[in-house]
C-alpha cells in the first residue's frame, strides 16, 4: 500500500508540473506582445502657427507650422481647433508622424492661451462632417510658387501649399503626372474647385502647370496609362 500511495503522489506531482508549463497557464505570456512593436512612437512638436489648413469642403483639418510641419487633425473638430489655437501662436503638438513632414496630433495644446484639444471621435456633440463633395464648391485658382508639399499616408504626393497659403489637393496619380513640377520652390498654377473662407482658400484641381498660361488637365483615371499613338 505505501508503494501504491508513492507512486500516485510521484504522478499527481508530475501532472501539476506539467499544467503549470502548459499554454493555458502561460496564457498570459502567450498573449504578450511578440517580435518588435509596430512604429507608432509618439512625437512632440513645438512651432508658430503660421495658417490653418482647410479640405476643399472648407473644413479646418490642421495647421502648417513655422518650420513647414504639416499638423493633420480630425475636420469634426476643426472648429474648435480654429477656437483654440490662433495664427502665429505657439503649439506644442503631441502625435505620431504618418509620412514625412505630416505628423497627425493626438493633442495640440496652444502654449499663450494654456488652452487645448484633444482627438476624440465624432459625437452628437461633434458629428462627422459632409462626405468629400457633399458641400456646394466654387470655381478656384491660384498662382504662385510652392511652399511645401503634403503627403498621403503611403508617402504619395497629394496636394501643396502655396506661398500665398492656398492648399491645393490632387488626386496622388497627379502627384506622378507632374513630378518633375512638384517641388518646393518651383512657381505652380492650378484651377479646381473649392471653398474661400475666413480659415484660408482650399480647393481640388483640375488642371495644373507652372503658369496660368501652361495648365495641362489631371488625368482621371486611377492610374496613369501611356497615351494610345495612331499609326505604326
Do not use: W
Not at 508503494?3 to 501532472?15: K, Y
Not at 497627379?174 to 492650378?190: D, I, T, Y
Amino acid at each position: 500500500m505505501d508503494s501504491i500511495a508513492l507512486l500516485c503522489s510521484v504522478f499527481l506531482s508530475f501532472v501539476a508540473v506539467t499544467d503549470l508549463t502548459s499554454p493555458e497557464a502561460r496564457g498570459q505570456e502567450l498573449r504578450g506582445p511578440r517580435g518588435p512593436a509596430v512604429s507608432f512612437q509618439a512625437t512632440i512638436v513645438q512651432g508658430s502657427v503660421v495658417q490653418y489648413l482647410m479640405n476643399p469642403d472648407g473644413f479646418v483639418e490642421g495647421l502648417l507650422l513655422s518650420n513647414n510641419t504639416i499638423v493633420r487633425f480630425p475636420p469634426h473638430l476643426g472648429q474648435v481647433l480654429a477656437q483654440t489655437v490662433s495664427i502665429q501662436d505657439l503649439v506644442r503638438v503631441e502625435g505620431s508622424f504618418e509620412s514625412p513632414g505630416i505628423l497627425h496630433a493626438s493633442s495640440i495644446i496652444d502654449l499663450q492661451s494654456q488652452r487645448s484639444v484633444v482627438d476624440t471621435p465624432p459625437s452628437s456633440r461633434y458629428p462627422p462632417p459632409p462626405r468629400p463633395g457633399g458641400v456646394a464648391r466654387q470655381p478656384l485658382s491660384a498662382s504662385d510658387t510652392i511652399r511645401v508639399l503634403t503627403h498621403g499616408k503611403g508617402g504619395e504626393v497629394n496636394g501643396v501649399v502655396l506661398s500665398n497659403g492656398t492648399v491645393i489637393h490632387f488626386p496622388a496619380p497627379a502627384g506622378v503626372q507632374f513630378s518633375a513640377l512638384l517641388r518646393e520652390g518651383n512657381p505652380l498654377a492650378a484651377t479646381g474647385t473649392g471653398t474661400s473662407n475666413q480659415y484660408g482658400r482650399s480647393f481640388e484641381a483640375t488642371a495644373i502647370g507652372p503658369s496660368m498660361g501652361q495648365l495641362e488637365t489631371i488625368a482621371q483615371d486611377s492610374v496613369l496609362k501611356p497615351t494610345p499613338r495612331n499609326g505604326p
